[in-house]
């Protein structure tokens, strides 16, 4: 009897004790909190790229998920991982969210869920440093402004009266214009106006981006459909940022 009371003893100790570590461990995972892998193709300044000295991925992007995560309440890591296939790379599990100036379309929207955009990527006019009092295309009537030929810069130029559109087949060559007196402003999405206004060692200095961008092309965070507990946290992180403090200066470090 004693021998069978020690055995049931034994046995309810054992189980108490594997509650205990189920316990810790449940503790111990939510302490660890939500985790998520982004893939992103690095290759795309100033938004995503590798920096040549430090090989790091760095740009607006990079800097600006160090926010979102820290006012989520999650933890990150970034994947570079190349564009062709990115998506199907979501699809099947490879990461959890995606974030590579991935513009929001109808299109994306019935096979990936996105968060709540984070930028306007659109149209935005780049003039010489010196240029005074110009905020909006408007203000260059009677002169003369670059785009690439048959994209949206160029048909937003045409809508202004009084301003000439001069088209070029590469937009480096608008730039290398404008930067030599050739033409009066030039009109492009704003990651490629930043990349050369700002970033371009030639050009640093010499250009400058006014205004606000005057078309709609929004950028968001794409998850795989149905991630709710991801798309969650990210959105919580994206309405805290975007209009702070912190957002405006990883926009002006990258992208004024």
Avoid at 28 to 51: C, F
Avoid at 93 to 113: F, P
Avoid at 185 to 195: I, K, L, M, Q, R
């Amino acid at each position: 009897m004693v021998k069978k009371i020690c055995i049931i003893s034994l046995i309810l100790c054992v189980a108490l004790t594997g509650l205990a570590f189920a316990g810790s461990s449940e503790a111990d995972k939510g302490k660890a909190g939500l985790h998520i892998v982004i893939a992103t193709d690095a290759t795309w300044p100033p938004m995503e790229y590798v920096d040549a000295s430090s090989k790091k991925i760095v740009g607006f992007d990079i800097d600006l998920m160090a926010e979102i995560a820290k006012a989520g309440g999650f933890t990150y890591e970034f994947k570079n991982t190349a564009w062709d296939g990115i998506f199907a790379g979501l699809s099947s599990g490879k990461y959890d969210a995606v974030m590579s100036s991935v513009t929001i379309t109808e299109e994306r929207k019935k096979e990936m869920d996105f968060s709540n955009p984070y930028i306007n990527a659109g149209q935005i006019l780049v003039v010489p440093n010196a240029s005074k009092g110009v905020e909006v295309l408007a203000d260059l009537a009677g002169k003369t402004v670059g785009a690439q030929i048959g994209t949206t810069g160029s048909f937003e130029v045409e809508k202004v009266g009084g301003v000439t559109l001069k088209t070029y087949d590469e937009i480096g060559l608008a730039f290398e214009d404008l930067v030599n007196g050739r033409i009066d402003g030039v009109v492009a999405d704003t990651p490629v106006a930043a990349d050369f206004a700002l970033q371009n060692e030639s050009y640093k200095g010499k250009l400058k981006i006014v205004g606000d961008s005057f078309t709609e092309e929004y950028y968001g965070i794409a998850v795989k459909k149905g991630n709710t507990k991801v798309l969650e946290a990210i959105n919580r992180g994206i309405d805290k940022v975007v209009g702070s403090a912190a957002y405006n200066k990883v926009e002006d470090k990258w992208l004024r």
